[in-house]
């Protein structure tokens, strides 16, 4: 059984940072693509970042270029997404997701349906 769970969110002003972790248990991560997404209230799920669990950042939604960061820590099985610089409109809430293994990151990877299991979200608010 997969399990992915997202901690790290909070409330922050404008221009602050915070840490975003999806902690994965259930089986070995190494070869799989993990996304990022939010969802506001009355908006669609959208993309943030996406990144080869073993390799590098494989592409950020445009919005969050330069401000966001996805990694991994291979040891604590865990993703993380670092937000810097952070603006009103990132306030929503987060999800970390995982796509099926034959995908690897080369399929889909802004898109929500191309991933099977997501935690279950933190809410990141950020006050102006």
């Known amino acids: 059984q997969v399990h992915l769970v997202e901690s790290g969110g909070g409330l922050v002003q404008a221009g602050g940072s915070l840490r975003l972790s999806c902690a994965a248990s259930?089986?070995?991560?190494?070869?799989?693509?993990m996304g990022w997404f939010r969802q506001a209230p009355g908006k669609e799920r959208e993309f943030v970042a996406a990144?080869?669990?073993?390799?590098?950042?494989?592409g950020y939604a445009d919005s969050v270029k330069g401000r966001f960061t996805i990694f991994s820590d291979n040891a604590k099985n865990t993703v993380y997404l670092q937000m810097n610089s952070l603006k009103a409109e990132d306030t929503a809430v987060y999800y970390c997701a995982r796509q099926p293994r034959d995908f690897g990151c080369r399929f889909g990877i802004m898109v929500a349906m191309a991933y099977d299991y997501w935690g279950q979200g933190t809410q990141v608010t950020v006050s102006s």
């Open positions: 259930g089986r070995t991560f190494s070869s799989y693509c």
């Open positions: 990144m080869y669990w073993s390799g590098n950042p494989m």
